[in-house]
Structures are given as structure tokens and as C-alpha cells.
């Protein structure tokens, strides 16, 4: 990929601006051609710089919408651009971080597509169970049985009396290459349901961090309406009925001593029901020295 190098130094302290001034295309004995960007790529970067809040991230999603239209090279150059740059705010550098993610996936760089979503702190290990009834949307505001448990151990053969048929606490295949867990295909029926998603996080041995409790911020985006609980405590929702979208919303959370359990909720109608969950640092940046389980 392009970066920017020290032949524009005046323009280093901005990755966004570098991408501009530096992506040069040159022909073998041929003297260097003028800069080559497409008229949308420089407008979108200029719009993300410019933009505060969910300005930023609609920016972005038109540059990543742009993908089929225009040279895809400079699409991902430009989600680099400001994944990298420093002047802008850690969740809007994630979010780019893991649009980024995406377009190594289709370019056929699936290494390391899930290799940036590790880094990002996308949940990519899961105990799931459902479905449950969801009929006329009046799942979310019901208290299924795992929903009542969730102070207690999770029990592989416990059986709980699903939409159609008992159900069961399950590990998820580890097939989570853009940081979502598609609960739609784990859970028959796949429409007008409810299902649970549970993982373990605690400090990471070794890491050198005190005992003492740590904050944490999630994450989340969800096809469908959500609930997410933070050990036993419900503690960001949504009701609204959404196509998934990743870091729609954020919750700060303790991290206390030994294991602390995050289960999610998620509550779909015509559409399978999908999550994606990411540990950061109180700022948004990418959480470090935590393990799933």
C-alpha cells in the first residue's frame, strides 16, 4: 500500500492528507505522473477530517460504499489512512480499522482480514443458545431462562424449551472473520427470534496489570433489537430494529478480578439475528491484555 514517506514531510502528521500527496502512479522509465485520486476518495477524506461524531462514521461508510464504483486500491488506502491517523478519535480509527479489515477479506487476504480483527478486540469466541419466540417482537421485554440464570454456571446439558424445540448452551464454530457472530446460522428457525451469545473475559495472566478492577468499553452493533448484560446486570439496549452495523453503540463497563461474564441478547424479525461485540479502553482504542473464553 502507499504511506506516506519522508519525501512529503511537511504532510507525515497527517496520514489523511499524506494518502493525497503521496499516491503516485509511475510507469517503469517513466517520470513521475501527477497525483491519480478519485474525485469521491479526496471529498470523503476531506468530509471525515471535517466531520464530528456520526458525521464521521456516515463519511466513511460512503467511502466504503464507494468500493464497486471506484478503484478499490484507494479505498483501502484510504480507510488506512485513517485507521492511522493519530489526530483523529480511537473509535472512529477502529471502525475504519475494521472497514479496512473487510477489504482485505475481499481481496482474498483472509489472514490478515481476521488477524485485524483479533487486534481490534472483536469477540470472536462464544457460547450460544436459541432460538426463542419473538413473534410480533415481544421477545426482548420477555426474561427467557437463560436470561434468569445469569448468575449462575453455564451447564452445556441444561435444556431450555425453545420456539419449536428444547435448546442448549452451545460453542460457536471459531468462524468469526469480520468480528460479527451470525446467530442466524446457529439457530433454526432464523427469523422472528431471540437468541443468547455468552463469553468470559478477565486479565490476561502475566500482563502485569494490578488485581484491582479495570474499565472497559463495549462495543456493539446487532441485526435486530439487543440487551447486554455485564455479569448479572443489563446494561446497554437497544429496541430499535437494525441491520448490523459495528461500534453502533458503547457502554463502559468494570473489569473486575477473575472472570466476568458479558451475554448478549439479540432479537431479530425477518432478518437473522447477527451481533458484533469489541473490548476497548475506556477511550475506544483496542483493549490489550485481555482473554476470551
Same mark, same amino acid.
Given at each position: 500500500?502507499?504511506?506516506? !514517506?519522508?519525501?512529503?514531510?511537511?504532510?507525515?502528521?497527517?496520514?489523511?492528507?499524506?494518502?493525497?500527496?503521496?499516491?503516485?502512479?509511475?510507469?517503469?522509465?517513466?517520470?513521475?505522473?501527477?497525483?491519480?485520486?478519485?474525485?469521491?476518495?479526496?471529498?470523503?477524506?476531506?468530509?471525515?477530517?471535517?466531520?464530528?461524531?456520526?458525521?464521521?462514521?456516515?463519511?466513511?461508510?460512503?467511502?466504503?460504499?464507494?468500493?464497486?464504483?471506484?478503484?478499490?486500491?484507494?479505498?483501502?488506502?484510504?480507510?488506512?489512512?485513517?485507521?492511522?491517523?493519530?489526530?483523529?478519535?480511537?473509535?472512529?480509527?477502529?471502525?475504519?480499522?475494521?472497514?479496512?479489515?473487510?477489504?482485505?477479506?475481499?481481496?482474498?487476504?483472509?489472514?490478515?482480514?481476521?488477524?485485524?480483527?483479533?487486534?481490534?478486540?472483536?469477540?470472536?469466541?462464544?457460547?450460544?443458545?436459541?432460538?426463542?419466540?419473538?413473534?410480533?417482537?415481544?421477545?426482548?421485554?420477555?426474561?427467557?431462562?437463560?436470561?434468569?440464570?445469569?448468575?449462575?454456571?453455564?451447564?452445556?446439558?441444561?435444556?431450555?424449551?425453545?420456539?419449536?424445540?428444547?435448546?442448549?448452551?452451545?460453542?460457536?464454530?471459531?468462524?468469526?472473520?469480520?468480528?460479527?457472530?451470525?446467530?442466524?446460522?446457529?439457530?433454526?428457525?432464523?427469523?422472528?427470534?431471540?437468541?443468547?451469545?455468552? !463469553?468470559?473475559?478477565?486479565?490476561?495472566?502475566?500482563?502485569?496489570?494490578?488485581?484491582?478492577?479495570?474499565?472497559?468499553?463495549?462495543?456493539?452493533?446487532? !441485526?435486530?433489537?439487543?440487551?447486554?448484560?455485564?455479569?448479572?446486570?443489563?446494561?446497554?439496549?437497544?429496541?430499535?430494529?437494525?441491520?448490523?452495523?459495528?461500534?453502533?453503540?458503547?457502554?463502559?463497563?468494570?473489569?473486575?478480578?477473575?472472570?466476568?461474564?458479558?451475554?448478549?441478547?439479540?432479537?431479530?424479525?425477518?432478518?437473522?439475528?447477527?451481533?458484533?461485540?469489541?473490548?476497548?479502553?475506556?477511550?475506544?482504542?483496542?483493549?490489550?491484555?485481555?482473554?476470551?473464553?
Amino acid at each position: 500500500m502507499a504511506r506516506a !514517506t519522508r519525501s512529503c514531510p511537511v504532510l507525515r502528521r497527517h496520514a489523511a492528507c499524506a494518502l493525497l500527496a503521496c499516491l503516485v502512479l509511475v510507469a517503469p522509465g517513466a517520470p513521475a505522473a501527477a497525483p491519480s485520486v478519485q474525485p469521491l476518495v479526496a471529498r470523503q477524506l476531506a468530509a471525515i477530517r471535517a466531520a464530528r461524531g456520526p458525521e464521521a462514521y456516515a463519511a466513511l461508510r460512503e467511502l466504503w460504499q464507494a468500493w464497486e464504483e471506484i478503484d478499490p486500491v484507494q479505498v483501502e488506502e484510504a480507510l488506512t489512512a485513517v485507521a492511522e491517523d493519530g489526530a483523529l478519535g480511537a473509535p472512529l480509527r477502529a471502525y475504519a480499522g475494521a472497514l479496512r479489515a473487510h477489504a482485505r477479506w475481499r481481496r482474498g487476504d483472509r489472514q490478515g482480514a481476521e488477524l485485524a480483527i483479533r487486534r481490534l478486540g472483536f469477540v470472536t469466541e462464544w457460547l450460544v443458545v436459541g432460538p426463542f419466540d419473538n413473534e410480533g417482537k415481544g421477545g426482548l421485554g420477555q426474561a427467557f431462562v437463560p436470561e434468569q440464570e445469569l448468575g449462575e454456571p453455564v451447564l452445556l446439558e441444561r435444556a431450555y424449551q425453545g420456539k419449536q424445540r428444547p435448546v442448549r448452551w452451545r460453542p460457536s464454530p471459531p468462524v468469526h472473520p469480520h468480528g460479527w457472530l451470525d446467530l442466524g446460522a446457529l439457530v433454526r428457525p432464523r427469523t422472528k427470534v431471540c437468541a443468547y451469545a455468552a !463469553t468470559f473475559l478477565r486479565q490476561a495472566a502475566g500482563t502485569g496489570r494490578a488485581a484491582a478492577p479495570r474499565q472497559l468499553s463495549l462495543w456493539v452493533g446487532a !441485526t435486530g433489537a439487543f440487551r447486554l448484560f455485564w455479569n448479572e446486570q443489563a446494561v446497554l439496549e437497544d429496541k430499535s430494529y437494525r441491520d448490523l452495523d459495528v461500534d453502533r453503540f458503547a457502554v463502559a463497563v468494570p473489569l473486575e478480578p477473575g472472570h466476568n461474564r458479558l451475554t448478549v441478547k439479540v432479537c431479530a424479525d425477518d432478518s437473522p439475528p447477527a451481533v458484533a461485540v469489541r473490548v476497548a479502553e475506556p477511550d475506544g482504542s483496542p483493549a490489550t491484555g485481555i482473554e476470551a473464553s
